[in-house]
Each structure stands twice: as C-alpha cells, then as structure tokens.
C-alpha cells in the first residue's frame, strides 16, 4: 500500500485507546471536530457532525469542558465521539475500557453497543473476561500474534 | 480558507511558544543574509572594477617614423581582424602632439618649450574586450617589431590580472564562507522546527491517526520555518539599508577611480535574492526536520 494512501483509509476507521489521546488545550467539542478540521472539512460541517457525535455519546452539556476536568468515563466518550464524528464504517477499540472502573466501563461498553446496532462494525481489543462473556460476540483469540480461537459466540479463555 | 487560517495560526502559535530558539534562528538566519547581501555587493562591485579596468586595457604599437601608410593600414586590417580586439585607433604624430599639448595645457607642472620639432611616434591604438586576452595579443603583435612598421609595442596588464585574481580569490571565499553559513543556519532552523515539532507530537500523533494528509501537518512547520527565514531578511535587508550609504561613500572615497554606485535596480535584486534565499531555506529547514519526525 502506498504511504499517501494511508491518510484516505484512516479516514474510514475509528480508533479508541486506552489513554484516550486527547488534547488537553482543546475543549470536548474542539477535541471531536478537530478530527474533521485536520480532514479537510469546513468549520460548519466540523460543527454539525460535533452537535451529532456528542449527542451519541451523551456529552454535550460538557462540550466547553477541557479533558482535565472531566471524569474517566467522560473522556472516553469524547474520544469515541472524536472516532465516530467522520461516520467511520469500522471503529477500532484498543483496551477502551482499561483505564476505568468496572461500573464506568459498563457505560462505555454499552456506549460502544450502541453504536454497533447503529450500524458501525466494532472490533474491540480487550483483557476484560467479564465483558467478553456478558457480551457473547465473536472472539477471536490471539496468542502471540497467532489466531488460535474464532468463535462467533465465544466466551473468555485466558 | 479555514485552513489557511489553522496553518497560519498554528505557524504563528509555533513561533511564539519558544521565542529564546526562533530568535536564536532569526538571528542565525539574519546573519547569514547579510553575508550573502555583502557577498553579493562585493562580487557586483568587483565585476563593475574589472569591466572598467578592462575597457582601459590597450596596448599601444609604436610605428616607424618610415612607415608607409598603406603598410599601417595593412595592419591595422590584421589586428581588427582578432576576436579580441574591440577596437583599433590610429594616432598620428600630430594627434599624439596634440594630446600633449592638451595634457601639458592642464598640469602646470608641464611646460612645452617648442613645437617646431615632433619626437613623438605615430601609434595604433588598440582596445581589447577581454582583459584575459591581453597575454595572447601583446605577443602576437610583438611579432611585428622589426618588420619595418612597428618598433614597440606597450601594454600594462597587469593591474588587471591582479584584480582578476583578487575577484576569483574573494568569489572563491565568499562562496566558501557562505556555503558554511548556510549550513548552520540550516542546522539552527532544523532545530527550530524540531523543537516546535516536538512540542506538538501529541497532536500531530493525533492529526495522522483520524486521516490528516502528510501535507497538512507539514504546513504549519514549513511556514514557520519561512516566517523565522522571513523576519531574517527583513532583519538582514534593514541593516544593509542603513549600512549601504556610509559603506558606500567609505569605498568610493577608498577606490575613487571605481564607480561604486548600485542602481536601484540592484538593490531589488538584492532585497529579492536575500528574501528567496530566508525562505528557502527556513522552509528547506522545516522541510527537513518534519520529514525526520513523520518517517518514525
């Protein structure tokens, strides 16, 4: 693949990390548009799909809120929110729910349901054996970078 | 529209948030600009003295009191005939007196006691266009002494073979010293920019991972690079407008026989070739140092 077109594809793919990977001078909202400013969309477009992204995830009274003063959970939502504004057809979750408590890593966890029965593919990386079970999806097991398992309703084998 | 503003703002962002180093690098730059501005100066100042020096290049052929004038002219053909040769005057005894006189008219010193008697010799006069050539033409005519037409012949080039070295010589350094300056001000900008890069890794990391272009995160740098490289030629180009009069009047009264003055038109040049320069390389340096970061 050539390197010019990686940008393009990215494009196509939300990412959600354990760190979350947010700007901290950057306000909620300018986090989620600036996804689609340094894309090459115009400020009203920008706002628009932010108004729409936040609204998914449940944060737009906080959008004038900067990273450090929100909660764990709030955080994740931002950045799932910043995944989801370009209307990715797949959204990569990288241990999203590391960082957090059990209790806000349901929130998230449900967020991220959600936005797979709207129609966005979601492959999740996780350690979690408790979400993994309750979820009973597809699970792909990877040892080494080797697939050992592929279950479409597997469980938690550690 | 919207863009340009990012970039603008975030370049003007970038140059500000660590003033100590993008001065440091405006004045590096400035520095160099100003080298590059004298070099410049110096080498067009020389190659005026070289082009004057060079129009006064003549060698002058003496002539036989007894020779026959269809023999001079026969001459004087021959050597118009060289490609060297700009231009050939003949000076008959009577002009040369008359030069003479003219000169002794001047110069109080000099007094002509009588006239009745003509010592002076008729002469061709002959112009070269290239002061190289004075070598291969003087022993080409030197030939001809003896042969019953010309009895000498006389040049001086040698004024202008040293100012032909001293233009190589200083050409030669001034490209040396420069070539150096440039270097480090390539050095001191690529620096520049990695700090700003640096200090914004998170959010390029970020700009790459939802789909920015290569391009759009290299902007910003490369213009703050060409903003550094900027104010260095304006830096440069402010000094050299306040230094060109006292420095000029100091060479003319130096050297009086050059005319070292600079139309207006080269101080454009100047000014443009001191401008492209700051900003090829403040936007070469940036140009570097983010290629470096995003080939990680």
């Known amino acids: 693949m050539k390197r010019s077109a990686v940008p393009k594809l990215r494009r196509r793919v939300?990412?959600?990390?354990?760190?979350?990977?947010?700007?901290?001078?950057?306000?909620?909202?300018?986090?989620?548009?600036?996804?689609?400013?340094?894309?090459?969309?115009?400020?009203?477009?920008?706002?628009?799909?932010?108004?729409?992204?936040?609204?998914?995830?449940?944060?737009?009274?906080?959008?004038?809120?900067?990273?450090?003063?929100?909660?764990?959970?709030?955080?994740?939502?931002?950045?799932?929110?910043?995944?989801?504004?370009?209307?990715?057809?797949?959204?990569?979750?990288?241990?999203?729910?590391?960082?957090?408590?059990?209790?806000?890593?349901?929130?998230?966890?449900?967020?991220?349901?959600?936005?797979?029965?709207?129609?966005?593919?979601?492959?999740?990386?996780?350690?979690?054996?408790?979400?993994?079970?309750?979820l009973r999806r597809r699970v792909v097991h990877l040892d080494h970078g080797m697939v050992v398992r592929d279950e479409r309703e597997g469980q938690y084998a550690a | 529209m919207r863009r340009l503003e990012y970039v603008a703002t975030t370049a003007a962002q970038g140059f500000w948030r660590n003033p100590v180093m993008s001065l440091a690098?405006?004045?590096?730059?400035?520095?160099?600009?100003?080298?590059?501005?004298?070099?410049?100066?110096?080498?067009?100042?020389?190659?005026?003295?070289?082009?004057?020096?060079?129009?006064?290049?003549?060698?002058?052929?003496?002539?036989?009191?007894?020779?026959?004038?269809?023999?001079?002219?026969?001459?004087?053909?021959?050597?118009?005939?060289?490609?060297?040769?700009?231009?050939?005057?003949?000076?008959?005894?009577?002009q040369a007196m008359a030069r003479l006189v003219d000169i002794a008219a001047k110069r109080p010193d000099i007094q002509i006691v009588d006239t009745s008697e003509n010592p002076l010799q008729a002469s061709l006069e002959v112009k070269l266009a290239h002061a190289q050539d004075a070598p291969r033409v003087t022993a080409a005519l030197r030939e001809e002494i003896g042969k019953g037409v010309v009895s000498d012949v006389v040049d001086n080039p040698q004024v202008v073979d040293k100012l032909l070295t001293i233009t190589r010589v200083l050409s030669f350094g001034g490209l040396a010293v420069l070539a150096m300056m440039l270097i480090v001000a390539l050095f001191v900008i690529v620096n520049t920019i990695r700090i700003a890069v640096h200090a914004r890794r998170d959010e390029i990391e970020i700009m790459k991972l939802v789909g920015a272009t290569d391009w759009f995160v290299r902007w910003p740098f490369i213009l703050e690079g060409m903003l550094v490289g900027a104010l260095g030629a304006v830096a440069a180009t402010a000094v050299v407008l306040v230094a060109a009069g006292p420095v000029m009047n100091a060479m003319v009264s130096f050297i009086e026989i050059l005319p070292l003055s600079f139309g207006t038109t080269f101080v454009w040049q100047l000014v443009g070739s001191v401008f492209a320069l700051a900003l090829a390389v403040g936007g070469g340096g940036a140009m570097l140092s983010v290629r470096a970061h995003l080939a990680k």
């Open chain 1, 14 to 134: 939300g990412v959600v990390f354990q760190d979350f990977k947010l700007l901290p001078r950057k306000t909620v909202a300018e986090n989620v548009g600036f996804a689609l400013l340094v894309t090459g969309h115009s400020g009203e477009e920008a706002r628009e799909e932010t108004d729409r992204a936040l609204a998914l995830v449940g944060l737009s009274p906080r959008r004038g809120h900067f990273p450090d003063q929100l909660s764990g959970g709030e955080k994740q939502r931002t950045a799932i929110a910043r995944a989801l504004v370009s209307r990715p057809k797949i959204l990569i979750a990288d241990e999203p729910t590391g960082n957090l408590d059990p209790v806000t890593s349901w929130e998230i966890i449900k967020l991220l349901v959600r936005v797979n029965e709207l129609g966005t593919t979601l492959v999740m990386a996780t350690h979690n054996a408790e979400i993994v079970n309750a």
């Open chain 2, 25 to 94: 690098s405006t004045f590096t730059i400035g520095l160099m600009l100003l080298l590059f501005a004298f070099f410049l100066a110096t080498d067009r100042g020389l190659q005026a003295a070289v082009g004057v020096l060079e129009s006064k290049v003549e060698l002058a052929l003496f002539l036989e009191d007894d020779a026959r004038v269809s023999d001079v002219l026969d001459l004087r053909t021959r050597i118009e005939a060289d490609p060297a040769v700009s231009r050939v005057d003949y000076v008959t005894k009577e």
